[in-house]
Nanobody, 119 residues
Framework: QLQLVESGGGLVQPGGSVRLSCVAS????????IGWFRQAPGKEREGVSC????????KYGDSVKGRFTISRDRAKNTVYLQMNSLKPEDTALYYC????????????WGQGTQVTVSS
């Protein structure tokens, strides 16, 4: 089955860290630029980060710049999102897609993993 599967979310305290994974099943991830997105209840979808197919270029949303790092591992067919210095406003459903602007324009997108930042 061709799909993206996210994992790594959970409950974390403010100031803490978590690493999300986006694993491709059934296809080769490194042909695609990959975007991470998030959506909180009652809020619009937000583009969090993007990494080019080569991994040489990365972009971040203003709200996460300096705190989040995107990377990819070709051998593991995986893209990661390292999230540090987490804040309560980072609480959201995080998901990845094979498009950096609109996940539904991509060939694939995942169901997401929930990150909750709370004490």
């Amino acid at each position: 089955q061709l799909q993206l599967v996210e994992s790594g979310g959970g409950l974390v305290q403010p100031g803490g860290s978590v690493r999300l994974s986006c694993v491709a099943s059934g296809f080769t991830l490194h042909y695609y630029a990959i975007g991470w997105f998030r959506q909180a209840p009652g809020k619009e979808r937000e583009g969090v980060s993007c990494i080019s197919s080569s991994g040489d270029n990365t972009k971040y949303g203003d709200s996460v710049k300096g705190r989040f790092t995107i990377s990819r591992d070709r051998a593991k067919n995986t893209v990661y999102l390292q999230m540090n210095s987490l804040k309560p406003e980072d609480t959201a459903l995080y998901y990845c897609a094979t498009d950096c602007k609109d996940p539904q324009r991509g060939d694939y997108w995942g169901q997401g993993t929930q990150v909750t930042v709370s004490s």
